[in-house]
């Protein structure tokens, strides 16, 4: 009974905690972590047994390992290699090389230094994926590169489990012994894998055909943990079966399953994972070591900030970029804990230095959600600085002086520029270069930059925000520029300074989140797509065509949802009557017409040739043949306006006529 009445203190008091986090928007891991502190026998002593506690927490351990071996994909990770190789794979080893060297200076022996490298060069993929989700920028370049260092230091794990008893044999033990004991141990796995690849997919086909989801669950659970057991029976660490269990089915058809069914076991799991972390936190030794617990935290973030730094420059990314990517990283991660614990009950490390790593690490989790909000703050007053700034201000003029080189000779005009290189910016330079539209393309992934050159485009490597990098991408004779990227922080600076640098120039830009579209067309944008919007849009248009609406019907549909941002469907507080009056007037446009004889909506910009002019000036039915039969002005519809009628800026024209008379139409309105 003493365990149920555990996980009951545990249960109410996370939740209480918890609840609170999310109204102070602080990560539900660094509650989690609090509950543990907070209930455990180190301070209040409501739970004093925490070993059945711990128990459980291994579970969570288990569970997560296996979602990461089920997750784990050659594909995702082969679009990523370099960052993992050079950015994750650099990371770590600096880590721990760096931190082994500090260690031997304050006389640790060389197994303990190394180890502390491993414990310290890990961060927290929970923390970090939980923010970079909540902040919207998990595709933004920061968070690739952050989810590329923690996808290596996720595998890294695994050998570092393996490497660890090895660091434990003292000196005048029989290192052959025990070498030979790994060795057999690893032979053993590479068999039971290699049986289990075969066998288990053969297991979960069998079962899936039972149709019964609680078979399905369980086999799925059976795996996991008894895999865990046997790379446990054979001397090494339960995550390292549950992660090869999970690998072998992530090549099966049912991964996506198995991932559904196990994760909200996971997620119970880890939450006691990260209270029993707590728990073990002594609080009299923190009050007692407030000065080695303030400065080995402090040491661990500016040591992991520095080498992340280092590395993402090195990879030549913007240096707002890397300084939000080491900021982001820089705490320790859960995974640290777990070999920690390894560590202490291999004797590697003492209760002391537990503590110590304990109470650091743990400083540092719950101070990663503020570093990560300061950090656009800090890298903006960094490049502004002298030393910074001034080393940005030459980096920027070479790279503006490089890009310049092929253009010196015939500088564009009228031309567009592409800002990201990504599947959408690709996408437009493909159409564009078949229509022999000039184009420049502007990408600061050096890997993207690689492939666009090769492709024989003209591309500039450098910060879109930066008014070199524009000016290289001679920006005041261009006619349009599209941000074809996902970064909200950086299309924000960058549509703004695009529309500093030429007021007459065309922004076209595209956001993820509809709560972002106000704030890009105040900056200057001209036209911003929602992505969210654009999936509904683009799902209304296949409903209607497999209900048999015309081309021309669905387009004007669509044109009404497009206009004026979006407001038929964004504003809730869209009046009935003017819905009802948008029904009509479609209704009624959309009456038998013969089926050569197009209806094309075209909106009048600042831009526009037509603006200020009235439909007899322009000449519209004389000089196309086309007939306006409505416009829609500010929500209002105006029947077959009279030839004196005057176009303004926002007028929606209808047009109706043919292809080609409606194109010479446009042209005359344009």
Known sequence: ?????????????????????????????????????????????????????????????????????????????????????????????????????????????????????????????????????????????????????????????????????????????????????????????????????????????????????????????????????????????????????????????????????????????????????????????????????????????LLKAIVILVFVLFLKYPFRVAVISAMGLAHAGEFSFVLAKLGLGYSILNEDMFQLFLSASILTMMFSPFAFSLSPGIATRAEKGAFVGGWLKRKEKKTALNSQIDTAKTPPEDHVIIVGYGLNGRNLAKVLNSRKIPFIIVEMNPDNVKEADKRGHKVIYGDATKRKILEAAAIKTAKVITFAISDSLVIDHAVATARFMNPKILIIARTKYVTEIDQLYELGADIVFAEEYETSIEILAKVMTAYGYSKEAINRELSVLHSKRYAMIRDKSTPEENIADSKRISDKINREIPAEIDIHQFVITGKCGGKGKSIAELGIRTNSGATVISVIREEQHIPNPQADFLLIEGDTVVLMGTTEQIEKAVELLA
């Open 1 to 301: 009974m003493q365990l149920i009445q555990d996980i009951v203190i545990i249960l109410f008091s996370a939740v209480v905690i918890i609840v609170i986090c999310s109204k102070l928007k602080i990560p539900s891991v660094v509650g989690f972590l609090l509950t543990g502190i907070i209930i455990g026998p180190y301070t209040t002593g409501i739970i004093k047994n925490t070993h059945d506690i711990e128990l459980l927490a291994e579970i969570g351990i288990v569970l997560m390992m296996f979602i990461i071996g089920i997750e784990f994909s050659i594909k995702k990770l082969n679009r990523i290699k370099n960052l993992i190789i050079f950015a994750g794979g650099g990371q770590v080893v600096f880590t721990v090389v760096v931190v082994a060297g500090v260690a031997l200076l304050f006389n640790l022996t060389f197994a303990q230094s190394i180890f502390f490298g491993f414990i310290v060069s890990l961060s927290s993929t929970a923390i970090v994926l939980k923010l970079l989700q909540d902040k919207k920028q998990i595709d933004s370049p920061h968070g690739k590169i952050e989810l590329a260092i923690l996808l290596f230091q996720d595998l890294c794990v695994v050998p570092m489990v393996i490497l660890t008893p090895i660091l434990a044999l003292k000196e005048g033990s029989d290192l052959g012994s025990n070498l030979l004991q790994t060795g057999i141990a690893f032979v053993s796995i590479n068999i039971i894998f290699f049986t289990a690849r075969k066998v288990m997919p053969f297991i979960l086909n069998v079962i899936v055909k039972t149709r019964l989801k609680e078979i399905f669950i369980l086999t799925s659970l059976f795996m996991c943990i008894g895999m865990a057991f046997l790379t446990n029976y054979l001397g090494l660490s339960l995550a390292l079966g549950s992660f090869i269990a999970g690998l072998i089915i992530s090549e099966s058809r049912y991964s996506h399953q198995v991932v559904a069914d196990i994760l909200p076991f996971k997620e119970s799991f880890n939450s006691i994972f990260f209270i029993s972390v707590g728990m073990l936190l002594n609080f009299n030794f923190v009050m007692t070591n407030i000065p080695d617990v303030l400065m080995f935290g402090a040491g661990i973030f």
